[in-house]
Each structure stands twice: as structure tokens, then as C-alpha cells.
């Protein structure tokens, strides 16, 4: 099989962005990219397939100009013969076009096979729910972030289709650029199902953009046929240089059944009952009820022990975070009520009783977007120092907390750097650290391993097992469903629905 | 050496706002030199004082209105959170109040008070006169910080960041000040500070202007502070900017301007030039900011 290789190097305003050397991608399988947020699987991937702005960028393919491989004859087959599917599904769709005439754009033509792909990726929905959003601008209607993702999709497999129906020699390159980021573990599932049936037939070259680590037990347990085609790769950070390296998917899977084995060597039992949160909210004229199975029954309340951790799963968009901000006093809820150390909060609790009992001192939180979450303009220092803690830690401290999640021969000018100089994943990294410093009793831990690589992701889960251990009680709201699941018990696991 | 004095110079060229900074200090200090040279002493030290007098002023309206602005924002944000209606209303109703009021007009009222309690001798010490001028002017410039600040606070407060602080246990007047004021806006603050320090030297020298032309017939430009506006109305100076008018219809008279009617031209300069540069280094400064 051919291999593509690049050599990238993207300027902005003469400040350097990217340079990678040999990036590789194997014609006619599936190449797998992984990597922290923010180390440049994106970025990379635009520039191969010539859709990085030229003007906005200095970039240098193979020591080319970018507007010369843009113009050359490659180039534009790779654009007009693949397809490139956004991470982020808003910024794809067009806002004054209907979906439905969208799905028939350009090239993706009448396309014969719509119906089926609808009716794939949309298995559990009704019909005419899905024809229904046809007719529909993604705005102000707005389709659900999982929704506009599936129509993404359906684009990219019809211009597969299209590909398996004529003859050519010519094996186009499909980019999915986190695909599934939207997406529940059975929706991905099923796109994933569909996509290698594709392969299948006719074999592409795939780009499979994430950092959802959990789909390689999905894709190496459920298609052995295709074990010789699917490459996993990986994108790492050398101080200041970015390399591409392959990604031995023997170690997650080694990982995830040595956590799956642990746990249920280690039966702790857990502590006196720090909160107990009842099973019925509403907010924003919803109902949230929080049960023991996703079938909606029964219903209970949601408890966490001293040394527990509870994981809160529930598909994306169903109020998982509102559940955490609701706990935090940082949503008002029409009704809800909770009680910790037998203190009890409800919908007419005053903040101050947060304020004064809660923030920082009783439960900590980490919330799900780290460039969010931090301030940019704030050093790494800065970050971790300014919180209130019994005694201000020095810098040798720090550097030790800084290990527990960097790697251990991380440089002392780290503790220099502003945020907005760190990749999304080190931001991630110093968002956890600066809950965890808190050493609260109970820690609520939102997404925590969003961006992270593997290495990183096997850190923050032995730090949230250390911390468990100590006797910390954690609720978790995670999509990573496989990692989590390995690290806590079947009790502890509640779904949250919507009435 | 020569290398390195290139490399400096484009550097500071590539940077417009210190580049116009540079030569607006350039310029008045070349100014500065001629008017030693040219202009006769007594005239000379009257511009001086004018010009010192006028941008200490100036300085002292913008460190007021930060201060005012400051105070206000937080007033402003803490009364809305607290939902405690009266209070909020009385404060937000007063600032509107002195929102409506045109600034000119709202200054020469204000201006008054000052003649009154100088025509009842109650104030003769010139530096008091002059804080009190620029607490005038400060009172309708101020309105554009406090704008500024609480547009910063509600932009934040929307945001996860300003929520995860307030989680981790940090106060919120400290995450207004440090995080937000300090750390995150401290370029809009500045920007908003170049320019409102050049409205308030365009504002001084209208309303100085108008002053000087008569406020009262006992207390006037001779008993209140020496200021570029004041000393624009003048007769000398108002002859020489005649002089550049009768420069369009005489060419051949242009060389006598820089000799002859340097007093008037000096003022004129001075106010346009300062004017233009604040304007230049204000935009390249939120341009740099922006990139």
C-alpha cells in the first residue's frame, strides 16, 4: 500500500503554530489519529486536505508554498474525490440552507441511498422525526448538537457510496475529524458498524480523528476481519516538538481489563453517606429524574459514600451537568433537594449558605471545558496558588502536585507559562489539579478526561482512585464510558432521564 | 551595530502605538526647542504653564474617572445581584441622570459652583481650582469606564471561569478585581484610558475656551488656571490664527508664521497634534490588543 507523507509547518503572523515531521497516512486503510486536544490533529489534517486558509496561515507543505500544493492535481482530487467531516457540526452546516437540501449539495448528488443512511443512523427514533428535520434550518431550529453530527455523517457516507458505485483507481481520502463527539456509546457504535461495512466492500483511506480512547475496544473486539487495515497512531508531545507515533492498542485493552480486574479485587466499602440527592428535579420546566437503569426505573435518589465514586451517565444533552451545576448553587432549579452532612439544600436555599458552607470547602468541582474553566491570562502558578488553602503552597510543592499529572521530568518554567500558551490537554490537566489541591470531601468531576491522551488518562484515573482511597467521595460525569466503568462499581452507577 | 539599531528601529516601527507615542513626544519637544528659540519668554512660559497645566489636569480627570468608574461597576454589579430593588434603581436612575446631561453643559454647571465659591473667596489656591476642575470633568467621563467594567463583568460572569473560582472558594470581589480587572482586561482598561485622556484635553480646552470668553466679569481667564483652552482665547493667539487664513489667500506671508505667530499656532499645534496621536496610538494599541 501507498503511504502519504508530509512534512507540515503552519505560521501565524511569523509566530510558529505546527511543525511536524513525517506525518504518515496509509492509503487505503484506516488510520487512526489520536492524541491529546490541542496538540494539532486538526490543524494537520486541514492542511493535507487543503482547506487551512492560505492567507491566515503560512504554511509549508514538503517545503512547498501551501498555495502551490493547493494547486496541485493531488491536492484537488483528495478535496474532490473525499470528504471532510468538522468536529464541530455547527460550524459545517450551512445556516441558510435546509438539511435536507444540504444533504444534496454539490457532488453528494440525488443520492439513492439517503433513506437507508437516515434510517441507519437514527435507529431508535421515529421516522418522522428525522424526515422531519429535513425540512428544517439548522438555525434557529437547531437540530441537537447528536443530530447535526448524523447528518454530517450521512453526507460523508454518501460520498462513499458514490465512490463504491463507480470504477476508478484512484482511493479518495475521508477525514472524520472527532466524529462521534457528539454521540452516545451506541450511536457511535452503529456509525462505526456502518462505515467498516462500507470499508468492506471497496476498501478507502481513512483519517479517523479522536481522543476517545475507548473505540479501540470497539474496533479491534468487534471487526477481527479487519485487523490488518487499521492502523492506530498517535500524536505526542517532545518538549517543544510534535511527532507521530504508532499507538500499540494492546496496552488500552491491557489497561481496561487490569482496572475491570482490580475492581473487583478491590471490594472497599465505603463510608458514612456524604450526600443524598433526590431522585426528582426540575429545571428549566423539565423534569431530571435520576434511576437505576436507563429504562427509567427505579427511581432513586443519587447517594454518594465516603470512598465511593458514583459515575451519573446519561446521553449527551440530557442535563448531566445541570444535575452537578444544581448541586453546586450554581443553577436555579424549580425544585430540587439535596442533603449533605445532614444539611439540607433546596430551591429556596440562599447561595450564601453555599458560600458560606460549601465552595471550596466541602465539595470542589471541575467542569468540562478547560479553556473555559481557567483564565487564560493567568500562569500556571497563579492558577494553582490563588485558591484558598490552610497553607499557601511553595513552588517545590507545586512541582511535586504538577508530576502526579505531567510527565515527571516536566521543566520548572512551567509554573511561568500563561494558560492560553498550554495545549487543551495540559489545560485539562491543571483544571483537575487545581480541584484535587482542594481536598475537599467530596469532589464533582466533570469530563474529566476530555482532551486527554492516554498516558494522561491512566494519571488522572490512578489520582481519582489515590483520591478515593483517602476516603474523598466523587461523583463523575463522563462519556467515556468503558474507562469509567472499569473504575466503579455497578452500584454506584446512576442514569439520569428526561419526563 | 548598525544591524541591531535597524532591527530596534523597525521593531518600534512595527509596533504603531509606541511608534506614535514616539512621535508625538518627538514633536513637542521639537516644538518645545523652536518656541525657546523663536518665541519671546513671557509668552513662552505662559504656553508652558498652558501645556502643564492642561495635561496635568487631563491626568488627573482620567485617574478620577478610573477611580469612579471602579467603585461604580462594583456598586452597580453587587446591588443587581442582590436583587435589592431600591437601591439599585436610585443608583442606576442618578447615573442616568448625569448620562443625559450633555458633558459640556454638564461641566460649565459645574464650572459655576467653582466660580461661585472662588467669587466668595472660599477657594483661591490654584491646585484646589484645578483638582476641582477636573473632579467636574471627571463626573461626566467616568460614566465610560464604569461602562466598560461592568460590560467586563457580565461578559465573565457568563462563563465557566468565573463559576469555577467561585467554587473553588475564592471571594468574588477578587475574582472581579484580580482576574477579571487586572489579569483579563487590563489592555481594554488602557485603551479606554488613552482615549478618554484625549476627550478630556478636547473637552478642557471647549470648555475653557468658552469660559474664557465669559463666565463672569469678575472671575475670569486671569484669576482661574492657565490652561490651552484659555489661552487660545486670547486675542493674541485668536490674531494668530487669523494669520493662517490670510497664509491661504498670501502664501508668501507662510514663512512669518513660524516666526511671528508662534503663540496662537504653538496652541493650535499643541491641541491638533495631541489630538491626532492619542487618536493613532489608541486605535493601534486595541489593534495590537485584538491580534
Request: hydrophobic letters at 45%; a positive charge.
Amino acid at each position: 500500500m501507498d503511504e502519504y507523507k508530509f512534512n507540515i509547518s503552519i505560521y501565524k503572523a511569523d509566530l510558529p503554530i505546527l511543525s511536524i515531521e513525517n506525518f504518515r497516512l496509509v492509503q487505503g486503510k484506516i488510520n487512526f489519529l489520536l492524541g491529546e486536544s490541542g496538540i494539532g490533529k486538526t490543524m494537520i489534517s486541514k492542511s493535507v486536505f487543503g482547506i487551512l486558509d492560505p492567507d491566515k496561515f503560512q504554511t509549508k507543505i514538503n517545503n512547498a508554498d501551501y498555495k502551490t500544493y493547493l494547486l496541485e492535481k493531488d491536492t484537488i482530487d483528495l478535496r474532490q474525490n473525499g470528504f471532510f467531516v468538522f468536529q464541530e457540526p455547527s460550524t459545517h452546516l450551512n445556516p441558510l440552507l435546509k438539511i435536507g437540501t444540504q444533504l444534496k449539495e454539490g457532488n453528494l448528488g440525488t443520492g439513492k441511498n439517503e433513506h437507508a443512511l437516515l434510517k441507519q443512523l437514527w435507529k431508535n427514533s421515529d421516522e418522522k422525526h428525522y424526515l422531519s428535520l429535513l425540512k428544517i434550518y439548522p438555525k434557529p431550529y437547531r437540530p441537537s448538537g447528536g443530530e447535526k453530527q448524523r447528518f454530517l455523517l450521512v453526507m460523508a457516507l454518501k460520498k462513499i457510496d458514490r465512490y463504491l458505485d463507480i470504477k476508478t483507481k484512484t482511493i479518495p481520502l475521508f477525514i472524520f475529524d472527532e466524529p462521534t463527539g457528539s454521540l452516545d456509546d451506541e450511536l457511535r457504535n452503529w456509525f462505526l458498524e456502518v462505515l467498516f461495512e462500507k470499508f468492506n466492500q471497496k476498501p478507502f483511506t481513512i483519517l479517523f480523528i479522536t481522543h476517545d480512547y475507548s473505540i479501540i475496544s470497539e474496533v479491534v473486539n468487534k471487526n477481527p476481519k479487519l485487523h490488518n487495515f487499521i492502523i492506530f497512531n498517535e500524536l505526542v508531545r517532545y518538549q517543544d516538538e510534535i511527532k507521530q507515533q504508532v499507538f500499540d492498542e494492546q496496552n488500552y485493552l491491557n489497561w481496561i481489563s487490569k482496572s475491570k480486574h482490580s475492581l473487583s479485587s478491590q471490594q472497599q466499602k465505603p463510608g458514612k453517606c456524604l450526600l443524598t440527592l433526590n431522585s426528582e428535579i426540575n429545571v428549566f420546566d423539565k423534569n431530571i429524574t435520576i434511576c437505576k437503569n436507563d429504562y427509567g426505573n427505579p427511581k432513586i435518589p443519587l447517594k454518594i459514600h465516603q470512598g465511593e465514586i458514583v459515575y451519573l451517565k446519561a446521553p449527551s444533552g440530557m442535563g448531566k451537568t445541570t444535575v452537578a451545576k444544581i448541586i453546586m448553587g450554581l443553577i436555579h432549579a424549580n425544585r430540587f433537594e439535596f442533603s449533605f452532612n445532614s444539611h439540607k439544600y433546596n430551591h429556596t436555599t440562599s447561595k450564601k449558605k453555599w458560600k458560606r458552607n460549601l465552595w471550596g470547602k466541602l465539595i470542589s468541582m471541575t467542569f468540562q471545558h478547560a479553556d473555559e474553566a481557567l483564565n487564560v491570562n493567568s500562569t500556571v502558578r497563579q492558577t494553582l496558588m490563588n485558591i484558598p488553602r490552610k497553607k499557601r503552597p511553595k513552588s517545590t510543592e507545586l512541582m511535586q502536585k504538577l508530576k502526579l499529572v505531567f510527565d515527571s521530568e516536566i521543566d520548572p518554567s512551567i509554573l511561568k507559562k500563561r494558560i492560553r500558551q498550554l495545549s487543551g490537554g495540559q489545560k485539562q490537566r491543571i483544571n483537575l489539579l487545581r480541584a484535587l489541591l482542594l481536598e475537599t470531601p467530596l469532589l464533582i468531576l466533570d469530563e474529566p478526561l476530555n482532551g486527554l491522551d492516554f498516558n494522561s488518562i491512566q494519571k488522572i484515573i490512578n489520582l481519582i482512585i489515590e483520591r478515593r482511597n483517602t476516603g474523598t467521595g466523587i461523583l463523575i460525569i463522563s462519556h467515556n464510558e468503558e474507562i469509567i466503568e472499569s473504575i466503579v462499581e455497578k452500584d454506584s452507577i446512576y442514569y439520569l432521564l428526561q419526563c | 551595530m548598525i544591524t541591531s539599531l535597524k532591527k530596534t528601529i523597525q521593531r518600534i516601527f512595527q509596533r504603531k502605538d509606541i511608534a506614535w507615542t514616539g512621535i508625538w513626544f518627538l514633536g513637542l519637544i521639537t516644538l518645545w526647542i523652536w518656541d525657546i528659540l523663536f518665541l519671546n519668554k513671557p509668552d513662552f512660559l505662559q504656553i508652558q504653564t498652558a501645556i502643564i497645566n492642561t495635561f496635568l489636569m487631563s491626568l488627573s480627570v482620567v485617574i478620577l474617572s478610573v477611580f469612579l468608574g471602579w467603585i461604580f461597576s462594583l456598586i452597580v454589579f453587587f446591588l443587581r445581584k442582590s436583587q435589592n430593588h431600591i437601591p439599585y434603581t436610585i443608583i442606576v436612575f442618578s447615573i442616568n441622570i448625569v448620562r443625559s446631561i450633555p458633558q459640556i453643559i454638564g461641566i460649565l454647571m459645574l464650572y459655576f459652583l467653582i466660580t461661585f465659591l472662588m467669587f466668595q473667596n472660599l477657594i483661591n489656591n490654584i491646585y484646589i481650582i484645578m483638582l476641582l476642575m477636573a473632579v467636574s470633568i471627571a463626573i461626566f467621563q467616568f460614566l465610560e469606564i464604569m461602562d466598560l467594567l461592568i460590560e467586563r463583568i457580565d461578559y465573565y460572569s457568563k462563563t465557566d471561569f468565573f463559576n469555577a473560582l467561585l467554587v473553588c472558594g475564592v471571594k468574588e470581589l477578587t475574582i472581579i478585581n484580580k482576574e477579571i480587572f487586572f489579569k483579563s482586561s487590563r489592555g481594554h482598561i488602557l485603551n479606554k484610558v488613552i482615549a478618554l485622556f484625549g476627550s478630556t484635553i478636547f473637552l478642557q480646552c471647549s470648555i475653557d475656551f468658552i469660559l474664557s470668553i465669559g463666565l463672569s466679569t469678575k472671575i475670569n481667564s486671569v484669576n482661574f488656571p492657565l490652561t490651552l483652552g484659555n489661552l487660545l482665547a486670547r486675542i493674541d493667539s485668536k490674531q494668530d490664527i487669523l494669520a493662517i487664513g490670510h497664509t491661504l489667500m498670501n502664501p508668501t506671508y507662510f514663512s512669518n508664521l513660524f516666526f511671528e505667530h508662534l503663540q496662537g499656532i504653538t496652541i493650535a499645534f499643541v491641541i491638533v497634534f495631541t489630538l491626532l496621536c492619542i487618536y493613532k496610538i489608541s486605535n493601534a494599541f486595541m489593534e495590537r490588543l485584538e491580534s
